[in-house]
């Protein structure tokens, strides 16, 4: 089992996860041609945060993402303005929101920016958003039961617990967007890539391979 500050940590990273669900609603109310342009900024924006993370000495992206983040001491007048006063500020660091991995490597934001932005260029409008959607929805109802609750593990640290509540979020989640039969390829599609996707990211995987699968099953059904 996870201890408390693990599972705290990845609650606070599905919850800043989460935000990324404004690609598929933007996307739900604009078109591709603008959204396009929007993810190909955010993902030229990360690339740049990553690069200067990963291979600079950069002194913000360290004040960002050091374990420190940033402290200062800063002296300030005392209302009767007679009196300077001490004052300690200290930004927090972005640290503890990534994973080992991810300290060492290219983060989760640059991957599934890069994921949405294929998705959006490849894939009917439908499928982009259901397969960027559940990508948020699926991998996050995975890890947090399967930190929870999680007892039979299937492969590697991945439970049925966990897999089961990707299955079934990813499948509600389908059923309000697209026909059943392929709801349900989509549901198993993400699922299983979910679940097997251990040495590339899964934020590009994800959306990619269920939305490609999804794909061949609509000329199919």
């Known amino acids: 089992m996870p201890s408390e500050l693990d599972l705290q940590n990845e609650v606070k990273r599905k919850k800043i996860h989460y935000i990324g669900l404004s690609v598929p609603v933007l996307y739900y109310f604009t078109g591709k041609e603008l959204m396009l342009v929007l993810i190909g900024l955010a993902l030229i924006s990360f690339i740049i945060i990553d690069y200067l993370r990963l291979y600079t000495k950069n002194k913000y992206m360290n004040y960002l993402f050091g374990k420190d983040g940033y402290r200062a001491r800063i002296k300030i ?26 300290k060492r490597s290219w983060g989760s934001h640059t991957f ?36 929870t609750i999680g007892r039979h593990r299937i492969y590697k640290k991945k439970t049925l617990e966990g ?42 995987t994800i959306p990619l391979v269920s939305g490609g699968v999804m794909t061949l099953a609509n000329y199919i059904f």
């Open 163 to 204: 897999s089961s509540a990707c299955f079934l979020s990813c499948l509600v989640l389908y059923y309000f967007i697209l026909p059943v039969p392929i709801a349900i390829i989509g549901a198993v599609a993400t699922t299983l890539t979910e679940l097997y996707s251990t040495r590339i990211n899964d934020n590009l």
């Open 77 to 102: 007048k005392s209302l009767d303005g007679k009196h300077d006063i001490d004052k300690s500020i200290a930004f927090p660091t972005l640290d503890p929101l990534l994973r080992s991995e991810e």
């Open 112 to 147: 599934y920016a890069l994921g949405s932005f294929l998705c959006i260029l490849f894939y009917t409008k439908n499928i982009a958003i259901a397969a960027t959607a559940a990508l948020l929805i699926g991998d996050s109802f995975a890890a947090l039961v399967g930190k």
